[in-house]
């Protein structure tokens, strides 16, 4: 195991490389965590950086570095790597408390596969139970509001796409118990869908949603072949139009249109994009 900053000095290149390939993601991100050195290896040597692009894109996982939209966040291949292992390590791990800890880092590390498996799990076990409480329901949404708001800076379209599934998905559970809190999420939703729908001809946000889907789109969001969810964005434009009045649809269409235009960039526009990454599928097992 690599143990401090001189080892760097000891080995090439391509075999130092392969020494950090081999460790597990507590080990690797420990070490980078109190290594200088190895932190700013492993974020700038392009012969590292090639390695782990080729290491997430043949296991399906997010390949291109992330900017987000407001230009205060960034993740780079080896942030990506990190986190993607400790979800790989997570989805192989037996033990619960084990899996817990890898999933939870993989969290904080942004992973599009841990936060969406976390948001799923909070509405699963709401879904689950006959009556959930008002309270369960409070809390979860609580967790969850906060998380879509960073997935839709965070991950573009496709980030907007899983905020439209999870913030309808609340909604519908303060339809009897709080219409206004409900027609609230609905409308969020609704705006998220056609911020989703703008963003589809962007090139960044189209090949980040390429990649989190497996190339299969909107479809690609759903485990299983669901006759009411919308696969496309035509079918997300309908669906959208069925829970706001017309009068609502259009002032969150406008209001889609300015947060998605007003989004000012120096590296990303919203017709295109200036950031260079490599293409590549997303989320299995590294």
Known sequence: MLRNTDEIMEVKEDEFSQKLLELSATELYELQEKDP????????????????????????????????????????????????????????????????QYLGMSFTLRSF?????????????????????QQEIEEVTKI??????????????????????????????????????????????????????????????????????????ISGFYANDNDVLPKNTDELSRFAKKYVSASRYSFLQQAA?????GTTSLAVTVRGCDVKSDQGPSQKSI
């Open 37 to 100: 050195a190895i932190n700013k290896f492993c974020h700038t040597n392009h012969f590292f950086q090639q390695k782990i692009k080729e290491q997430l894109s043949e296991s399906h996982y997010l390949v291109t570095p992330l900017i987000s939209r407001d230009q205060q966040k960034k993740l780079d291949a080896f942030d990506l790597y990190v986190a993607a292992l400790f979800y790989s390590e997570y989805l192989a791990e037996p033990d619960e408390k084990l899996r817990n």
């Open 144 to 217: 969850i509001i906060p998380i879509c708001n960073e997935l839709r800076n965070l991950y573009w379209g496709a980030g907007f796409i899983l905020s439209a599934i999870y913030t309808f998905l609340l909604g519908c559970y303060f339809t009897h118990s709080d219409e206004d809190r409900a027609n609230v999420l609905f409308e969020q939703s609704v705006k998220d869908v056609l911020c989703a729908i703008l963003l589809e001809s962007n090139d960044f946000s189209k090949q980040i949603l390429n990649e989190v889907t497996c190339d299969k789109g």
């Open 257 to 261: 249109e300015r947060e998605i235009t």
């Open 113 to 133: 596969n841990a936060i969406s498996t976390v948001c799923s799990e909070l509405i699963m076990n709401l879904f689950n139970k006959d009556q959930p409480n």
